[in-house]
């Protein structure tokens, strides 16, 4: 009978070890599916983007920007995917709305090296490194400006983006845009991926 009972109790300590270890692995996943969803809507509708629109003097041509901007992304979700052509469209138009709606000039020196422009990626994944650069780091001034570098093989797609440093911000690695986009990288990309981030020298990539 002793016996008996100390298996019963290994049985269920054994049970609820297993039970445990699944609800912390539904529950890491769900981590990793909301924070890519989070790193998504921030792609799409960026606060501070939004932010520099709401305090600009509206003009025909601002709020035709920022409508189209919306129109171009209203059908995209977190599981969209489209060609790194498309996706290198939406990013050149949504600097070039930043750039619309800061009152200083903006400075950004892009290079675009696409092996080939069909590849599929998924929707705004590109984005949070500029828009990291964009809102934490220094644009206006032409010596330094934001420096994007997107390159792909037949296989592979890697983002470099470097900005000058922003002595205000103790570190530019810690926020929304990157931690968000960790979680995306790891969701769509779990095996294959990988994000270098230096914060003192400002320079932030992503491989995918």
Known sequence: RAVSVALNLQREE??????????????RDLLLSNGAMQSYF?????PALLDLFEKREKTVGTDERFSNWCKLTENLSKDSVHTLAEEIALLEYYISLWGLLQNEELHVKVDFNIADPSMKVHALICFPLVQNALTNGYNTMPA???????????NQIKLEVSNHVNHYLKD??????????????????PDKHSLFLNSNSMLFKGVM
């Open 144 to 154: 330094h400006p934001i420096k994007i570098r997107l390159s792909s093989t037949s």
């Open 42 to 46: 921030i792609s799409e509708l960026d």
């Open 172 to 189: 530019q690695s810690e926020n929304d845009y990157i931690n968000n986009l960790q979680y995306r990288l790891k969701f769509h990309y």
């Open 14 to 27: 054994m049970f609820w070890k297993k039970s445990n270890n699944k609800q912390s692995q539904e529950s």
